[in-house]
C-alpha cells in the first residue's frame, strides 16, 4: 500500500530564517498532496496543497514543491516566524481512493 | 461554510467502561467520514472511514467500533476500555464527490484519558 515518509522529525530553525520539510511517497497513482499544520491540543488544519498537474505552489510565505519523477514533495517556509511553531504533516492521495496517507509529521521550533 | 464538531473536548474513563465520542459535521451533504487516532507525539493513525450512512470501513482490528446512523454524523464506541486506548481522537470529512483528491477537514479532537 501507499507510504508517506517525512523528514525531518524535529526541526529548529532561528525567527526569520525558512524551514524546509520533505516528503517522500511510494504509490505513483498519488495525485493530490495536501500540508496540514497541528498546534497543540488542536485539529490539524490545511495550511496548502498541491495537484500532481503542478511544480509549485505558493501562498505568502508558505510554498510547496512537487516532483513526481522522483516522488517527491516539500514544504518551504520562509521568514518563519514563532507562530508558525507546531507539527506540520504532509500527506498523499489519489483519484478514486477514500484515504489520505500521512507522514509522521515534523515538529518545527521557531526560536525568536 | 462547513463546521465540524466533536464531543466531548476532554473524557477520563476506568479500564473497562464503555466509550462513545460524537462527531457532527454541517453544511454539506453526503461526506466522507473519518476517525484518527493520535498518540502523544505521534502521527495519525486512520481508525474507520465511512462514503455513506450505514457504510464502515476499519482499518484496524481493536476494541473499537464505529457507526454512522445519520448522513452527518459519526460515533466511535467501545464496549470495554483499554489502557492503550487513550490517545488524541480526531474526526475528519471530506466531499463525497470525487472519491479522492478530497482535502480532509479536522474536528478539534477529543483527548481520551484511560485510567
Known amino acids: 500500500g501507499e507510504n508517506v515518509e517525512q523528514h525531518p522529525s524535529t526541526l529548529s530553525v532561528q525567527e526569520g530564517d525558512s524551514a524546509v520539510i520533505k516528503c517522500t511517497y511510494s504509490d505513483s497513482a498519488s495525485n493530490y498532496f495536501p500540508w496540514y499544520k497541528q498546534e497543540l491540543g488542536k485539529g490539524p488544519q490545511l495550511i496548502i496543497d498541491?495537484?500532481?498537474?503542478?511544480g509549485e505552489k505558493k501562498d505568502q510565505r508558505i510554498a510547496v514543491t512537487l516532483n513526481k519523477t522522483a516522488k517527491h514533495f516539500s514544504l518551504h517556509i520562509t521568514e518563519t516566524q514563532p507562530e508558525d511553531s507546531a507539527v506540520y504533516f504532509c500527506?498523499?492521495?489519489?483519484?478514486?481512493?477514500?484515504?489520505?496517507?500521512f507522514g509522521a509529521g515534523t515538529r518545527l521550533f521557531v526560536k525568536a | 461554510s462547513q463546521t465540524i464538531h466533536q464531543w466531548p473536548a476532554t473524557l477520563v474513563q476506568p479500564v473497562g467502561s464503555p466509550l462513545s465520542l460524537e462527531c457532527t459535521v454541517e453544511?454539506?451533504?453526503?461526506?466522507?467520514l473519518y476517525w484518527y487516532r493520535q498518540a502523544a507525539g505521534r502521527g495519525l493513525q486512520l481508525l474507520f472511514y465511512s462514503v455513506g450512512i450505514g457504510q464502515i470501513s476499519s482499518e484496524v482490528p481493536q476494541n473499537l467500533s464505529a457507526s454512522r446512523p445519520q448522513d452527518r454524523q459519526f460515533i466511535l464506541s467501545s464496549k470495554k476500555l483499554l489502557l492503550s486506548d487513550s490517545g488524541f481522537y480526531l474526526c475528519?470529512?471530506?466531499?463525497?464527490?470525487?472519491?479522492?483528491?478530497?482535502?480532509?477537514?479536522f474536528g478539534p479532537g477529543t483527548r481520551l484519558l484511560v485510567l
Open positions: 475528519a470529512w471530506s466531499l463525497g464527490t470525487t472519491g479522492g483528491q478530497e482535502t480532509q477537514y
Open positions: 500527506a498523499a492521495s489519489y483519484t478514486g481512493g477514500f484515504k489520505t496517507i
Open positions: 453544511g454539506t451533504s453526503n461526506p466522507n
Open positions: 498541491i495537484r500532481s498537474n503542478v
